[in-house]
């Protein structure tokens, strides 16, 4: 049986310790220096802002300047691959929603591998979807929506900000477990997309509670429900989809924080670590529940395994052709 000589076993071992001596320095001494967000969406959506308030927490936390950089286009490609082509020294931080999962399914090419590129370090929160429409809907609860819609195929419109976005994967997915085909309008922003649910261009649209609900009390847009177990604080009178008679349906936005592949595993770790300090942390719960959003915290593992199951659950959809990048 081959042995290692006792010169080559002090060598490997003598190598080991040193690699674990510079993950150890690494993990102590960082942060030193000016941590960068990447965004790959425009400024004032939900990513941004939850980008935006880990940037102000970090700051707060480690005492180092935390700055963020939009760089929206090409359905968020553009973005994530400068994330991609910078050093994994744990100084540049991608923040996406669950769009990043399906862009790779929708675009097999891309610039970057989705998987090898990064490392997932925390997810960030998790904002529930409600369901919309507007009053010209001749309908009052959510069964008698879908007795609509399955009167009517493909003559009910929801609009979106996009394709692959958040609310058309949450419309897909609601056609699906309804039983009911309705025809999904695309526009460049989500802006563009309430003005048109507002209008009655589009009947049904798919937003966070924050989004939705100036425009329920003020009766331009009536809900039919909302995902979730609970009913919301912030939308008392909104059942849940199980109340309303489709309990499968539980869809939701989320976001989270990834590195470039390589960046050092205690790096990760105290990364991972100081975001679920910070999304436990009083003063940042309380914001969110005022934008009816919830901290969602995991660990590198946990969401990379969020990932997975979402990416099982995609792969369907784009199978079906039911989502498309705009312009395929």
């Known amino acids: 049986m081959y042995q290692l000589s006792r010169n080559t076993v002090r060598a490997l071992v003598g190598f080991v310790l040193a690699v674990l001596s510079l993950y ?3 993990q102590q001494s960082y942060p030193s220096k000016q941590i960068r967000i990447i965004v790959p969406l425009t400024p004032g959506g939900s990513t941004d ?5 880990l940037a102000e927490k970090l700051r707060e936390s480690w005492g180092q300047s935390v700055i963020v950089e939009n760089h929206p286009g090409a359905n968020t490609i553009i973005g ?8 994994p ?10 769009t990043h999962d399906i862009i790779p399914l929708l675009k097999p090419n891309l610039p970057y591998d989705p998987v090898k590129s990064f490392v997932p370090v925390a997810t960030l929160a998790s904002a529930r979807f409600v369901m919309l429409i507007h009053p010209s809907v001749p309908v009052n609860n959510l069964q008698q929506f879908i007795a609509l819609a399955k009167s009517k195929p493909g003559q009910l419109n929801f609009g979106s900000s996009g394709s692959g976005s958040g609310a058309h994967i949450a419309g897909e997915v609601f056609d699906e477990l309804a039983g009911v085909q309705m025809q999904h309008i695309p526009y460049k922003g989500g802006a563009q997309s309430m003005t048109d649910a507002i209008g009655g261009q589009v009947q049904v649209s798919f937003n966070t509670p924050m989004i939705a609900a100036p425009y329920i ?3 331009q847009l009536k809900a039919l429900a909302v995902s979730g177990k609970t009913r919301l604080a912030l939308l008392p009178q909104v059942p849940t ?3 309303a008679g489709l309990p499968a349906y539980d869809e939701r936005a989320w976001q989270g924080v990834f590195v470039p592949a390589g960046t050092p595993r205690p790096i990760v770790e105290k990364l991972s670590a100081e975001i679920a300090r910070i999304l436990t942390s009083s003063s ?13 915290i995991s660990t590198p593992d946990q969401f990379a395994a969020l990932i997975n199951s979402d990416t ?10 039911s989502i498309k990048l705009d312009g395929n």
């Open 24 to 26: 150890a320095v690494a």
């Open 49 to 53: 802002s939850m980008a935006r308030l």
């Open 80 to 87: 994530t691959e400068l994330a991609a082509r910078s050093a």
């Open 89 to 98: 020294d744990g100084y540049t931080l991608l923040v996406v929603s669950n």
């Open 217 to 219: 009390k003020s009766g």
């Open 241 to 243: 989809f199980s109340e």
């Open 284 to 296: 940042v719960k309380q914001q969110l529940e005022k934008e009816g959003v919830e901290p969602l």
């Open 312 to 321: 099982q659950k995609l792969s369907k959809l784009v199978k079906s052709g």
